[in-house]
């Protein structure tokens, strides 16, 4: 494995990240694919590292891959679950940082309703953070697996025309993307009813459409948002049989993207709102091929921050 | 008791008056103002050269939390951070605990800032019971009792019928209405502004239109009523325009704004520190913009800081969950004689309008915002030049959530004098 060129203590956003950095984590990712696919799937690269996984809103699928990834590296992971956590009893945020903390942990990986509480943490925390969602903020590795996802169909992260249909307003996953293909340079559509695309989002360099027909015309990438029932985003148009037959994917309007173009969600789906339900199954689909590779990018992500460089593959 | 103060410039707009004057006190009113007034013995006097002495300076819109935040705030820590920034009289906000909405509690702050006796404490009552919004305050009653003018602040009056009937009640008491405009169905769970930033960073916004709506419904039903209205903390460009119409229309409304919205804006927010979180949020470069050219042509009249104490525990959270608010007892004079006065996009004399004589006349304060024999000698004097550092070890608000941390430039307050009494004095005497 080649010498780290990761500068990075924390892993915020996209934001944060340059061009080379994507790079570097998507490099590491695709070495780490193998050791999934090995009888004993484990290395010791975080070998004595501890990882906390801090969630403060549900999740399966992020909690999960990141256990995963931690488990498969070596590192003693716990799982800090909020419905049983002292935040219940009335203890802040930084608070119950702080005690973890106490306990000498090297990465704390969170996910929280408010935007910013990774930011909010590494202003007093010791830890590295890797921010597993953040309100409507940013999904960094969702991104990053995204990414790799699509380097692996497509074989290319470059001239890509990327659209993305649904609540865009409420999507951190959505923002992740936006950010990672803009600083790739791709052309970025984004469609959905304007109450949930806001214009403005046409500063981060994307095209806003609230037809999806022309959203998806010529598209190599088409990705699918859940409608966020829990965030409100219901009243932001009149029924979800309404938007169902605006703004769902289905083989007609994923006609007019690419040939060779894929379909993502980053999950979990809701079949027969956002996507039919035979789309979802189709070889265009690289839904389960997203959530395998989350796993090699959460361990690249896991390593680039606080591997052990002298620690190799084999 | 006699105080003569020597050779300072006396800076006093609504006297048209800007010389070298020397000023005599006597039993805590003002006795003479001539160009030069002899020592007597026994007299103490206090050499004002090189300093600029002004009628004192009046913060329209406080919040003292006392009773029931003391936690956060109390008459008297506000009272010593208020003389501290320069301020010889604050009107302080209803949102206490209970809600000022009847006459007790207003006598009780008067008395508590009587027991105090730093500084001129003006309370402001509710324009509605609970500032629930539905029943109006009994305002003759609150008057008697002290209260010098009404507002539910945060909790805008979302009603028009009853802020139409609360200007309507107002003006038999020819009092005025202070109105915080925000339309929280709009604003809603809104943390900042609506545009660009928000939709970024991914927090709720606040579409300026929810100040714009209620600036433009209490201008649409004040043409008609002409009783004393008074818009609050002003934070978007749409705002000053359609107040600026109204005033060539004649209609009477006046209007603050304060230093946070005049020079902090919008970006500052992608830091996520929850002291940039107030309400209305900080907007966009061309609304602060906007705000200054109102300070300029007259259609804002008034500086007001909207102080709002919280402890560090409520600010050292999650942005979302922050509480709104700043401080700015203890900044405004500082910052904005900087920023606005020293970079000369403001007078000295349009300084002392802001902050003294036009919060006065709005308030109703007829004896105050001027230097005038017979008036309470409440005086403000500033060394134009003298260096400050804005930094928490100086705060007399048990607060620190002050988004001019750290902000060096020129301007501190010398002497704040209540009464003719010197109840703060950067050297610690006379």
């Known amino acids: 494995m080649k010498e780290k060129t990761f500068l990075q203590n924390h892993l915020l956003g996209i934001e944060h990240l340059s061009v080379s950095d994507i790079g570097t984590i998507l490099e590491t990712a695709e070495a780490f694919i193998e050791i999934s696919t090995r009888e004993v799937k484990k290395v010791p690269a975080l070998k004595g590292k501890t990882v906390v996984n801090l969630f403060f809103e549900n999740s ?5 891959s990141f256990e995963i990834a931690a488990k498969r590296l070596s590192a003693d992971l716990i799982n800090f679950n909020s419905s049983v956590s002292s935040l219940k009893k009335g203890e802040t945020l930084k608070d119950t940082v702080l005690t973890l903390e106490a306990m000498n942990p090297h990465i704390i990986v969170i996910r929280h309703s408010a935007s910013g509480s990774p930011h909010y943490l590494t202003t007093f925390a010791r830890s590295s953070i890797i921010n597993a969602g953040d309100g409507f903020h940013e999904h960094p590795t969702q991104a990053l697996l995204d990414a790799l996802t699509i380097q692996q169909r497509l074989k290319t992260l470059r001239k890509l025309k990327i659209a993305i249909v649904g609540d865009i307003l409420h999507s951190r996953v959505a923002r992740s993307n936006i950010i990672l293909h803009q600083k790739l340079g791709n052309e970025i559509a984004l469609i959905g009813p304007p109450s949930l695309v806001p214009r403005e989002f046409e500063k981060m360099g994307a095209q806003v459409y609230s037809d999806i027909r022309r959203g998806v015309k010529g598209a190599d990438v088409v990705m699918m948002l859940r409608v966020q029932e829990e965030r409100g985003a219901k009243n932001y148009f009149p029924s979800i049989r309404e938007y169902r037959n605006l703004f769902a994917i289905n083989r007609d309007i994923f006609s007019l993207a690419k040939k060779t173009a894929i379909l993502m969600h980053p999950g979990p789906i809701n079949r027969d709102v956002e996507i039919e339900t035979s789309m979802a199954d189709s070889p ?27 620690e190799t593959l084999n | ?78 009272s010593r951070a208020a003389v501290h920034g320069g301020f010889t009289a604050i009107a302080c906000m209803a949102n206490t605990e209970p809600v000022n909405d009847n006459r007790s509690v207003t006598e009780y702050i008067i008395a508590r800032a009587k027991q105090v006796g730093l500084v001129n404490i003006f309370p402001i009552a509710a324009v509605s019971k609970g500032q629930l919004g539905e029943n109006l305050v009994e305002m003759a009653d609150l008057v008697e009792g002290g209260a010098v003018a009404f507002s539910d602040d945060g909790h805008c009056v979302m009603k028009a019928d009853l802020i139409r009937k609360a200007l309507e009640y107002a003006s038999m008491l020819d009092v005025p209405i202070i109105e915080h405009p925000e339309d929280h169905s709009i604003s809603a769970e809104g943390q900042v502004n609506e545009g660009f930033i928000s939709y970024r960073y991914g927090l709720r916004g606040i579409l300026k239109a929810a100040e714009e709506v209620i600036v433009a419904r209490d201008l649409i039903l004040q043409e008609r009523i002409q009783s004393r209205l008074h818009l609050t903390h002003i934070s978007t460009a749409g705002s000053v325009e359609l107040i600026r119409n109204a005033r ?15 020079l902090l804006n919008e970006t500052l927010i992608q830091s996520y520190n929850p002291v940039y979180k107030v309400k209305p949020p900080l907007r966009t470069e061309a609304d602060r913009l ?3 050219r109102g300070l300029q042509d007259g259609t804002i009249d008034c500086i007001a800081s909207d102080h709002a104490p919280h402890t560090r525990d409520d600010k050292d959270k ?32 349009r300084l002392v309008e802001l902050l003294s004589s036009n919060p006065a006349r709005v308030l109703g304060l007829k004896d105050r915002g001027r230097v005038k024999p017979g008036f309470p000698a409440d005086l ?46 950067r050297k610690n005497r006379v």
């Open chain 1, 284 to 310: 265009q689909s690289a839904i389960l091929e997203q959530v395998t590779n989350g796993i090699a990018v959460r361990m690249a992500v896991l390593y680039l921050l606080k591997g052990d460089i002298h």
């Open chain 2, 380 to 425: 403000t004097i500033f060394d134009p030049k003298r260096r400050f550092k804005i930094e928490e070890k100086d705060f007399r608000s048990k607060a620190n959530n002050c988004p001019f941390l750290g902000w060096e430039g020129q301007g501190a307050i010398e002497h704040t004098i209540v009464a003719g009494n010197m109840v703060f004095s």
């Open chain 1, 60 to 64: 399966t699928r992020t909690r999960s």
């Open chain 2, 318 to 349: 999650e942005f979302e969950y922050a509480p709104f608010g700043v401080i700015g007892l203890e900044s405004t004079f500082a910052v904005i004689h900087d920023r606005l006065v020293r970079s000369g996009l403001l007078s000295v004399t």
């Open chain 2, 1 to 78: 008791m006699k105080l003569l103060i020597k050779n300072g410039r006396l800076v006093d707009p609504v006297g048209a008056v800007d010389r070298t004057m020397d000023i005599l006190i006597e039993n805590g009113k003002f006795k003479e103002i001539a160009r030069s007034i002899k020592k007597s013995s026994g007299c103490p006097t206090l050499n004002a050269q090189g300093l600029i002495v002004a009628p004192g300076f009046i913060d329209m819109h406080t919040h003292l939390r006392e009773p029931g935040q003391e936690n956060k705030e109390s008459i008297e820590s506000g």
């Open chain 2, 290 to 292: 906007e705000l200054i």
């Open chain 2, 248 to 262: 060539r229309a004649k209609t009477p409304v006046s209007a603050d704004a304060t230093p946070h919205h005049l």
